[in-house]
Structures are given as C-alpha cells and as structure tokens.
C-alpha cells in the first residue's frame, strides 16, 4: 500500500517568509491533492490534480511535484494560512490514503 | 450552494453499532460518488467507506471491512454508514465528503463525533 510522509510535521514562519512542506509518497503516484483545515473546522479541497488551485485559495499558494515527490509552497506567509496541510492520493488499494499532515504556525 | 450535514453521531459501548447519516443538498446527489473519512483525536485522516453514484459498488479498508456498511437513498439525498462491533480505535470525527475527480474529496460536512467505551 502507498504510505505519504510530510515534512515537517510543525513548522513556522514569519510574516512574508517563503514556506516549503513537502509529502513524499512510499512508490509513485500520478497526482496528490492537498487540504487545509483550520481548528475546529473540517478539512478544505485547496490544491487538487497536484498544481490546481481551488476557487478562492490565493494565488500566493502553489503545488508542484511528480512521482514519489510533491510539495505546497507559499510564496509570502500571511497570518491567515497558519493551519493544517494535508496531502492525499488515490491508487488501486487502498484506494485513499492521506498524509499526516504539516501544521503551520505564524512566528 | 453544496450543503452535507452529518448526524447521528454519539457515546456507543464496545462492540455496539451505530448508524450514521449524511443528509446532501445544493447538487445533483445521483450523479457523484461520496466517501466517509474519518478523523482520529490524533487528527489522523482515514477514508473509511466509498460508494459510487447508484450505490451498486463500495469500497472499504481492511481496518474496517466487514464491520461498516456504506449505503444511499438517491431519492432523499442522503447518504448512510452502519457501523457494527465497534472497537475504541473507532473513536474519531466522521466526515461525509463528496468525490471529485481525479479522486479527491471537493467538499465535506461539519462532522459527527462518535466515541467507543468500555
């Protein structure tokens, strides 16, 4: 079964810093998708098909990645993208599989 | 707009069963496939039933397979988990999520929190 890793599990940056987390899958996957979900509130579709962004997620954020390797970058830290990352992929079996997820904290 | 509003969620005894509810408006439910996921207190996400659009095929995980029931009612838009012998690891926020493609989930419910004691 495909197993996603996320790294780093916590994380923090300042106020316009760049940030970086990336999920790594245990063999190749076509695509991942990405969810934000905030405390107390239920996981958000934000980056799907690996580099698409869903409606209304600023453009600041972007995906990228193939294979085994695929990563969320913010370009600019605002204090509104401080949640929970969580990347997911489909294959065969099991059919879904998500990530641990990165929480992202404002310095 | 895209509504799911979970429910039936609550205290069940070990090895008790529980049946969940997932009640869908603002789309044309009959034409997409849905998915519970479940949420650990470690916040842990784990698909645990999907169900394609006329109900004639399911999915589960090993973790879960012949304990859980996936269904639906196209006719009143709501989507189903029966969940028998139930474990404590079972203790988690159940979501009721819609499937896109290339299979990912586009939008969730608020959850129902199921708790399993001894």
């Known amino acids: 079964q495909i197993v996603l890793t996320q790294s780093p599990a916590i994380m923090s940056a300042s106020p316009g810093e760049k940030v970086t987390m990336t999920c790594s899958a245990s063999s190749s996957v076509s695509y991942m998708h990405w969810y934000q979900q905030k405390s107390g509130t239920s996981p958000k579709r934000w980056i799907y098909?690996?580099?698409k962004l869903a409606s209304g997620v600023p453009a600041r954020f972007s995906g990228s990645g193939s294979g085994t390797s695929y990563s969320l970058t913010i370009s600019s830290m605002e204090a509104e993208d401080a949640a929970t990352y969580y990347c997911q992929q489909w294959s065969s079996n099991p059919m879904y599989t998500f990530g641990g997820g990165t929480k992202l904290e404002i310095k | 707009d895209v509504k799911l509003v979970e429910s039936g969620g609550g205290l069940v005894k070990l090895g008790g069963s529980l049946k969940l509810s997932c009640a869908a408006s603002g789309f044309t439910f009959s034409s997409y496939y849905m998915s519970w996921v479940r949420q650990t207190p470690e916040k842990r996400l784990e698909l645990v039933a999907a169900i394609n659009s006329n109900g004639g095929s399911t999915y589960y995980p090993d973790t879960v397979k012949g304990r859980f029931t996936i269904s639906r009612d196209n006719a009143k838009n709501t989507l189903y988990l029966q969940m028998s012998s139930l474990k404590s690891e079972d203790t988690a926020l159940y979501y009721c999520?819609?499937?896109?493609?290339?299979?990912?989930?586009?939008?969730w419910g608020q959850g129902t929190t199921l708790t399993v004691s001894s």
């Open positions: 999520a819609r499937r896109e493609l290339p299979y990912y989930f586009d939008y």
């Open positions: 098909d690996t580099s």
